[in-house]
């Protein structure tokens, strides 16, 4: 099960004396939903073009299925399927003669092929659409064309460059589902690049944070979070509808900070309004809704929080300005 | 001495060896060529799709129209005045027949001159946009992303132009032939038609440098527009402006009247070489040596040389021989255009969005 289907190696980019990749390594895992996140021009696209031998590496390698992408790209091209990040294809072709042509591509005989697109068709929602021009898809549909044509080969190895990219949040919802269920039916690997976070959260086992060129972290979500946040863990969230009797808001408010303040195990209270991020080493929201309770306001909601990729970025983000 | 079932028994032996220990061999050896390959005929089946694609364009039917409505034009007009060139010319030596693709009454240019001129702008019209669109949809990186060699891609585009453009011109020049015979109601001879198919040949060598031309153009400018008008430019260029740049070149280097005959004939020689170097002027002058057999040669031509010489027409042979450095000419100007256009097509990275 574990071994690794993907493999980049030192893999490095350079154009010019810009570096655009910078030794990469990274091993992915059979069956795994990789997330590679990042901010425009981190180099992820670049990733992507060097695994499937569209452009050549300054040096390092990557291995896809244990072939090398840069020596021998056209078996490498047979078992992944990739998705560019704006997907094209040709408009005055129906979406079903689209993906004939891919299916042709890829030697797949003509009988066999108008079958398998109708299922795959038939699986990405498309079966409505099929005698549509693909000139009047819309982007969402495009984009599960995209997966249609990705899926033709019966890749075992996904590549998704920004697949959410301009899609409606209810298209992106529907979109990733469709991924998921895919990756666990089909036991293909994913590797999804994008720079939107909570999308990908949901999905990906596993995410690697790519800035600058460089992967700076990796992991699946909580190690990620404890690694960085290992100093206050806990976040807490609360918020409280305050009584015009009991006295001016602002002195109510700032007594309450304080008696939270006290409580065993809190580091940092932050107040918006009424409502109160409060950062811990332990879980005390217990301890927490006692106090507030008891000072006489109306507690709305208290949830613990956990943090979401948004907070892991902005804290590296943080972190490498102030290296800078 | 071997009797015939000695042989036979030898020949069952030699089978039996063969299909034993080579066969295997054989048969693994093609079994792994076959993995290594890419899937069989993908370049095929992406030729077929770009044909496909050039018939159904409104851009190929509109120049075809054109091409054919002003070249039967022409050979019709050319028809008109037949009658008097049967009258005058005395059997076959004169290869009236060609003549369908040379005279004209005056109405219209001739065939041939209809074709020099109209077929660079169908070269460039059908290679204009055949990256740089698929570049600019986002195909390119899709299909790339297929199990098929980057070079495939430029290859089709220019096999399956090069196939269209060789159907339309035999075509072209079949038509014209058809309508020759029903019209004078005498076939051609086989030298006559054997001229008629070299000259669709370098018609189609001829456009098919154009078509590369813009072929690199659609891989350097990422704008359809500018690669085809950077074609067009080109095309004007040298059809246009460089007989002026010549005339003006050959003024400036004119010897003086007390110049001796040999710098008269260097200086000559110079403003010929200029000239003929263009791929329309190698054309043409293949053309008209190829469809006018009379022509004998095509450089300067002294009193000595045609001291002694019959007035008579040459054999195709002779004729080929002396168009030999034009079509060599014509084919090395568009291998280079290919060759430009494939280098610079495989080292590009191919990024969508």
């Known amino acids: 099960m574990n071994s690794s289907v993907i493999e980049f190696a030192g ?19 059979e069956g795994e939903i990789f997330g590679l996140l990042g901010p425009n021009g981190a180099g992820k696209s670049t990733t992507i073009l060097m695994m499937l031998g569209l452009t050549e590496p300054t040096f390092g390698t990557v291995r896809v299925c244990g072939i090398n992408s840069t020596t021998n790209p056209v078996e490498v091209k047979r078992k992944t399927g990739y998705l560019p990040e704006d997907v094209g294809f040709y408009d005055d072709y129906t979406g079903f003669e689209n993906l004939i042509y891919s299916a042709r591509l890829n030697g797949i005989p003509d009988k066999e092929a108008k079958e398998k697109v109708k299922y795959i068709l038939d699986r990405v929602g498309l079966s409505e659409e099929i005698n549509k021009k693909a000139g009047k898809y819309s982007r969402g549909m495009r984009q599960r064309l995209g997966l249609a044509d990705v899926l033709i080969k019966d890749p075992s190895v996904i590549i998704l460059d920004e697949p959410t990219l301009g899609i409606d949040p209810k298209g992106i919802s529907e979109f990733l589902e469709l991924i998921l269920k895919l990756s666990r039916e089909e036991k293909s690997t994913v590797l999804l690049s994008s720079h939107h976070l909570h999308q990908v959260q949901k999905i990906c086992n596993r995410v690697g944070i790519f800035v600058g060129g460089k992967l700076i972290a990796e992991g699946d979500i909580n190690t990620l979070s404890n690694k960085l946040f290992s100093s206050d863990p806990f976040h807490i969230e609360a918020a409280i509808r305050q009584d015009e009797k009991v006295g001016s808001p602002d002195i109510v408010r700032n007594e309450l900070v304080e008696k939270i303040k006290q409580v065993a195990g809190v580091h940092y209270i932050e107040t918006f309004n009424d409502t109160f991020r409060i950062s811990c080493a332990e879980d005390v929201s217990g301890e927490i809704a006692r106090v507030i309770v008891e000072s006489g306001v109306q507690l709305i909601h208290l949830s613990g929080k956990e943090y979401g990729l948004d ?3 902005n804290r590296y983000f943080e972190q490498n300005g102030n290296s800078n | ?9 030898r020949m069952k032996r030699l089978t039996t060896i063969f299909n034993k220990r080579i066969l295997p061999d054989i048969e693994r050896e093609q079994e792994r060529q076959k993995v290594n390959r890419v899937a069989p005929g993908a370049f095929m089946v992406m030729v077929k799709k770009e044909v496909s694609d050039h018939i159904r364009s409104w851009r190929f039917i509109i120049l075809f129209s054109i091409i054919i409505l002003t070249c039967l034009g022409s050979v019709l007009s050319a028809l008109q005045g037949f009658s008097d060139a049967i009258k005058a010319s005395q059997g076959d030596e004169s290869f009236f027949f060609l003549r369908l693709f040379t005279a004209t009454d005056g109405t219209l240019p001739s065939f041939f001159v209809f074709v020099s001129f109209l077929g660079p702008l169908l070269g460039i019209s059908m290679g204009f946009d055949a990256i740089n669109t698929e570049e600019n949809k986002n195909t390119l ?10 070079d495939s891609i430029i290859n089709a585009k220019f096999v399956s132009a090069l196939a269209v453009l060789s159907v339309m011109f035999f075509l072209l020049g079949f038509i014209v032939m058809g309508m020759g015979i029903i019209a ?15 000259f669709i040949i370098l018609t189609i060598l001829y456009v098919s440098f154009w078509l590369n031309l813009s072929i690199f153009f ?9 690669s085809a008008l950077s074609g067009i430019a080109v095309w004007l260029f ?21 110049a001796s005959s040999q710098q008269v004939m260097k200086y000559q020689q110079l403003v010929f070489g200029m000239q003929k170097i263009l791929p329309s002027e190698m054309f043409s002058d293949a053309t008209t040596t190829l469809l006018v057999p009379t022509i004998r040669t095509l450089g300067p031509l002294t009193a000595e040389k045609m001291y002694g010489t019959l007035p008579s027409a040459l054999p195709l042979g002779q004729s080929l021989l002396i168009v030999w450095p034009q079509i060599t ?19 590009r990275e191919i990024r969508s969005g």
């Open chain 2, 218 to 226: 659609s891989v350097k400018f990422r704008q359809p527009a500018t």
């Open chain 2, 329 to 347: 000419g014509l084919v090395a100007a568009s291998i280079l255009c290919f060759v430009l256009s494939y280098i610079s097509f495989m080292k």
């Open chain 2, 141 to 150: 990186s899709r299909v790339m992303s297929h199990p098929i060699h980057r």
């Open chain 1, 311 to 313: 907070d892991i970025y």
């Open chain 1, 11 to 29: 893999l490095t980019k350079k154009y010019g004396s810009f570096t655009a990749v910078d030794h990469l390594n990274l091993s992915i895992d």
């Open chain 2, 184 to 198: 004078i109601g005498i076939p051609p001879t086989p030298e006559e038609f054997l001229r008629v198919i070299c």
């Open chain 2, 238 to 258: 040298l059809t246009v402006f460089y007989s002026i740049l010549v005339s003006v070149v050959a003024k400036a280097a004119a010897p003086s009247e007390m």
């Open chain 2, 1 to 9: 001495m071997e009797t015939v079932t000695d042989i036979s028994n």
